[in-house]
């Protein structure tokens, strides 16, 4: 395991983080044992978040004896002063600490929410007022719109970034790391497998792993995914292995999706998840996670094709920031699957 400097933040993190996003879903054995080898084995980076279900108790009650071995990050999406301060507070009773390495805002993907945030009685207030008291050291910021990112973080009020960078959204290394980087601001990537839909594992962890970050998260569940994520760091990535790796993500982030949830759909397409399998269908296969989602979503997918409202202009694509072709990729992608 490779270790590197946080930025500006005093902390030498492993190259691969512990997202613990999907512990919830698993017997609290299993979880437990796999964030305690996960730190056995080197991991020295535990990413939660208050929103994901009861993740934090896991981990408290899972690995708090050993607090001094990591380094804690998680996230509140509370917007304002004192709804942030109590979410925050729950989080620290939840995760039996004294302090979080690592407070970051969560999913701010609008201009309105930043705004939100910063003012007077936004979220930050009560993040720095928690720092003061020595209850978090370190702030940091969480979104899906990589290019907004880059601007909101540019006035130095961060120390921190996380954002996603897998083969199919390689987005964030326009601007966003290299305005993070010039801050010398700590680096995080997550969802190498864009929620599964990109494998093998092997490929989805190197291609992150060889650009310019301190450590990728990736979500775990058991001990067996941990070995699978830590083996696929063992060798480094050379100059050629590299370069292939970006051939496939420009072919794959060609025109591909930000996850930013600014579109939604009248019928309950799930368009991001679309949007991902099916660059990660066209460029690697259809591969097991793409199979199961496309055979449980056909009918909706189907049902695109016939649905009035959108036959002049596609509801969604007013939506869309980056102007993505969703109706057709859907119909497309529809079509392609009940042939195969
Ligand atoms: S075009 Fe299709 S996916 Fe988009 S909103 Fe309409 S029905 Fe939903
Ligand atoms: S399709 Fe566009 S609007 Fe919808 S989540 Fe993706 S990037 Fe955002």
Known sequence: MKYHSFGNIR????????????LPGVPFEQAKEALNYALDHGINYIDTAAGYRNSEEIIGNSISHRRDEFFLATKTNKRDYQSAKEEIERSLI???TDYIDLLQIHYVNYPHEIKQVMDEGGAYEAVMEMKREGKVRHVGITGHRPELLAKWISGGKFEQVLFH???AQP?????????????NMGRTAMKPLSGGFI?????????PYSQNIHTLISGMTSVDEVKENIAAMERDVDADEKAELEQLAREMGAHNCRRCNYCSCPLEIKIPDVMISSEATRALGLLPKGQSFFENHLEKMQACADYEPCKEKPLCEEKCPYHLPMQSVIQRSAMEYAQS
Do not use: T
């Not at 987005?171 to 801050?183: C, G, H, R, V, Y």
């Not at 494998?199 to 291609?207: G, L, M």
């Open 94 to 96: 939840r995760m039996k």
């Open 11 to 22: 902390y030498k993190v492993s190259s691969l983080g512990f997202g613990a996003m999907n």
């Open 199 to 207: 494998q093998p594992i092997d490929k989805a962890i190197r291609y």
């Open 171 to 183: 987005f964030a290394l326009d601007e966003l790391i290299p305005m993070a980087d010039k801050l």
């Open 165 to 167: 960078l897998n083969l």
